[in-house]
């Protein structure tokens, strides 16, 4: 048990002591400031209205209650109204490398989850074309919010969700067929809302060679199929190239031939929330706190279809059928006004489904710039950047850690000339520069970085500010690892990452490894900030090189 969870739980009895609830929320945190102490908690605060009692009093009568090994904590202070702040033993603050060691790359590491299922769909682009920067963000975002997850003991099924159906299919099978007819020499336009991109008329070429029985292209339904299919395998690459993968992929037809769709109607109908108006069925979510009711399908006379909000609620019953208690959707913020809808119609079912779910995770816009000019055209995709094209200049891992750089619900500017630049005002870089130096100490003493456990070497020689700051920092990442993972925001991360970055080039720079009385203990320290740093970028799917 680290020292935080140790004083958190010393914490949490004494409060139980002095008749808190049980399963008080014991917060404690590293403040920013280290004249503050090693760690502090606003407990007394927190707990003053439960007690009736003015908070330094409960943090006076938490001091004098609490429980703590000895050797753990040197000074314990009472500041400002009642926050309580501890000041650690050197030798407990050292004593954490030898953890870290250890645990190696499992460090960071817990089984929070332990083990329920959890499905994180995200990216779900319509087969209309290559996937853009938007989607690449939604790609890096989704894929860092399973691997966060993951590593706190959620068992992740990573999920994409074809549309393969609808106005935009029909348009794109229109625009291949047009391609086609140009193919031959006839003039032929592409129609109203259809593709414009190099890719459609890629298509044409290879419908044309493998249907030899059409090459016309008269079969608008063949055609449908091989654009779908081959944009599909298009897609398939591009997230291939940007080290993303999926453990099922669902298709909006199958909800239709399963009968899934007319199920959930049935259902909906079933539950009394639905009524007839003007020849369309309508669902009564404004039993349910939404705005104005919504239709569900359409009039015979505009066609009879099921608006798009009856497929995607039927989607999320296979979920919550296929045993996922907890779904995470991650897409982009043009999707806000589904939220509502979907959650709204799954609680019209009446199945139990609780009232946040899915869970949702929004991302704005990207816009790149390169030069100190916007880039919006892909010669291949015609409109738009596509995130091939992004990974083929800076590469993927600037890509990815760009893109998880900020919250996802802040508009991102994506600047090119930055993410190539070899310089500490890359992040990426200069993370991975600390890595490389880290692996450069022990390249130049000729030894293995994973030679030593710590064994039998004083620690207590750590004893630069620098040097004890940088263990507090390392010490540090299991909690943030599950902080991160509970607020679906793997920016924390990055922003951890910069910030050990930042201690370990500073003691680089400053203190000398080999040859000196300290070595033995500085390559503990080296061996640690190496792993640590590596984890964290294994997290996020990006390389920790040991060169540069």
Same mark, same amino acid.
């Given at each position: 048990?680290? %020292? +935080?969870? $140790? #004083?958190? !739980? /010393?914490? &949490?009895?004494?409060?139980?002591?002095?008749?808190?609830?049980?399963?008080?929320?014991?917060?404690?945190?590293?403040?920013?400031?280290?004249?503050?102490?090693?760690?502090?908690?606003?407990?007394?605060?927190?707990?003053?209205?439960?007690?009736?009692?003015?908070?330094?009093?409960?943090?006076?009568?938490?001091?004098?209650?609490?429980?703590?090994?000895?050797?753990?904590?040197?000074?314990?202070?009472?500041?400002?109204?009642?926050?309580?702040?501890?000041?650690?033993?050197?030798?407990?603050?050292?004593? %954490? +490398?030898? $953890? #870290?060691? !250890? /645990?190696? &790359?499992?460090?960071?590491?817990?089984?929070?989850?332990?083990?329920?299922?959890?499905?994180?769909?995200?990216?779900?682009?319509?087969?209309?074309?290559?996937?853009?920067?938007?989607?690449?963000?939604?790609?890096?975002?989704?894929?860092?919010?399973?691997?966060?997850?993951?590593?706190?003991?959620?068992?992740?099924?990573?999920?994409?969700?074809?549309?393969?159906?609808?106005?935009?299919?029909?348009?794109?099978?229109?625009?291949?067929?047009?391609?086609?007819?140009?193919?031959?020499?006839?003039?032929?336009?592409?129609?109203?809302?259809?593709?414009?991109?190099?890719?459609?008329?890629?298509?044409?070429?290879?419908?044309?060679?493998?249907?030899?029985?059409?090459?016309?292209?008269?079969?608008?339904?063949?055609?449908?199929?091989?654009?779908?299919?081959?944009?599909?395998?298009?897609?398939?690459?591009?997230?291939?190239?940007?080290?993303?993968?999926?453990?099922?992929?669902?298709?909006?037809?199958?909800?239709?031939?399963?009968?899934?769709?007319?199920?959930?109607?049935?259902?909906?109908?079933?539950?009394?929330?639905?009524?007839?108006?003007?020849?369309?069925?309508?669902?009564?979510?404004?039993?349910?706190?939404?705005?104005?009711?919504?239709?569900?399908?359409?009039?015979?006379?505009?066609?009879?279809?099921?608006?798009?909000?009856?497929?995607?609620?039927?989607?999320?019953?296979?979920?919550?059928?296929?045993?996922?208690?907890?779904?995470?959707?991650?897409?982009?913020?043009?999707?806000?006004?589904?939220?509502?809808?979907?959650?709204?119609?799954?609680?019209?079912?009446?199945?139990?489904?609780?009232?946040?779910?899915?869970?949702?995770?929004?991302?704005?816009?990207?816009?790149?710039?390169?030069?100190?000019?916007?880039?919006?055209?892909?010669?291949?995709?015609?409109?738009?950047?596509?995130?091939?094209?992004?990974?083929?200049?800076?590469?993927?891992?600037?890509?990815?850690?760009?893109?998880?750089?900020?919250?996802?619900?802040?508009?991102?500017?994506?600047?090119?000339?930055?993410?190539?630049?070899?310089?500490?005002?890359?992040?990426?870089?200069?993370?991975?520069?600390?890595?490389?130096?880290?692996?450069?100490?022990?390249?130049?003493?000729?030894?293995?970085?994973?030679?030593?456990?710590?064994?039998?070497?004083?620690?207590?020689?750590?004893?630069?500010?620098?040097?004890?700051?940088?263990?507090?920092?390392?010490?540090?990442?299991?909690?943030?690892?599950?902080?991160?993972?509970?607020?679906?925001?793997?920016?924390?991360?990055?922003?951890?990452?910069?910030?050990?970055?930042?201690?370990?080039?500073?003691?680089?720079?400053?203190?000398?490894?080999?040859?000196?009385?300290?070595?033995?203990?500085?390559?503990?320290?080296?061996?640690?900030?190496?792993?640590?740093?590596?984890?964290?970028?294994?997290?996020?799917?990006?390389?920790?090189?040991?060169?540069?």
């Amino acid at each position: 048990m680290t %020292a +935080l969870e $140790t #004083i958190r !739980a /010393a914490l &949490a009895h004494a409060a139980s002591r002095l008749g808190a609830p049980p399963g008080v929320d014991v917060a404690l945190e590293r403040p920013r400031d280290p004249t503050h102490g090693d760690l502090a908690t606003n407990l007394a605060l927190a707990l003053a209205k439960t007690l009736g009692q003015k908070p330094r009093a409960i943090a006076e009568r938490l001091v004098a209650t609490i429980e703590l090994p000895r050797g753990l904590v040197r000074k314990t202070e009472i500041a400002g109204p009642g926050f309580i702040n501890f000041f650690l033993e050197t030798a407990e603050v050292v004593g %954490a +490398l030898p $953890t #870290i060691l !250890a /645990a190696g &790359a499992a460090y960071g590491r817990a089984a929070v989850g332990n083990r329920r299922p959890v499905n994180v769909e995200f990216v779900s682009a319509n087969p209309t074309g290559p996937l853009h920067v938007g989607h690449g963000r939604q790609a890096a975002l989704g894929d860092a919010i399973a691997a966060l997850l993951e590593w706190t003991g959620w068992k992740v099924t990573r999920e994409f969700y074809y549309n393969d159906g609808g106005g935009q299919i029909a348009n794109l099978a229109r625009s291949v067929q047009a391609r086609i007819a140009q193919l031959s020499g006839k003039s032929v336009d592409i129609p109203e809302g259809g593709y414009h991109g190099e890719y459609i008329r890629e298509i044409a070429e290879r419908y044309v060679a493998a249907h030899k029985e059409d090459p016309a292209g008269k079969n608008l339904d063949t055609v449908r199929r091989f654009a779908v299919d081959a944009l599909r395998e298009e897609q398939d690459r591009d997230l291939q190239a940007f080290g993303v993968r999926f453990d099922v992929y669902a298709l909006e037809s199958a909800l239709y031939t399963s009968g899934k769709v007319d199920e959930t109607e049935a259902r909906l109908v079933a539950a009394g929330h639905t009524y007839e108006k003007d020849g369309a069925r309508w669902l009564r979510t404004t039993d349910f706190g939404d705005d104005k009711d919504r239709v569900m399908r359409k009039s015979a006379e505009k066609g009879g279809d099921y608006t798009y909000f009856v497929p995607d609620v039927a989607y999320h019953v296979t979920k919550w059928e296929r045993g996922f208690s907890r779904a995470i959707n991650v897409q982009g913020a043009d999707h806000h006004g589904t939220v509502r809808r979907v959650r709204v119609g799954l609680q019209a079912l009446e199945m139990g489904i609780p009232e946040g779910y899915p869970e949702y995770v929004l991302h704005q816009m990207v816009t790149v710039m390169k030069g100190g000019e916007e880039v919006k055209i892909s010669k291949r995709a015609g409109s738009y950047m596509t995130i091939r094209d992004l990974v083929d200049e800076v590469g993927r891992d600037a890509v990815r850690y760009f893109f998880l750089m900020r919250k996802s619900d802040t508009h991102f500017v994506f600047d090119v000339d930055l993410a190539k630049s070899q310089t500490e005002e890359n992040p990426v870089f200069y993370v991975q520069m600390a890595h490389a130096r880290m692996s450069g100490i022990f390249r130049v003493a000729s030894r293995e970085p994973d030679s030593g456990t710590g064994a039998g070497v004083d620690l207590a020689l750590l004893t630069q500010p620098e040097e004890i700051e940088l263990v507090k920092e390392l010490a540090d990442f299991p909690e943030m690892v599950q902080r991160a993972a509970a607020a679906l925001e793997p920016n924390r991360i990055t922003t951890y990452l910069e910030g050990l970055a930042r201690l370990a080039h500073a003691w680089y720079h400053k203190y000398r490894v080999l040859g000196e009385p300290e070595e033995a203990a500085r390559l503990v320290l080296a061996r640690a900030v190496q792993q640590v740093l590596a984890n964290g970028l294994s997290l996020l799917g990006i390389r920790a090189p040991e060169r540069m």
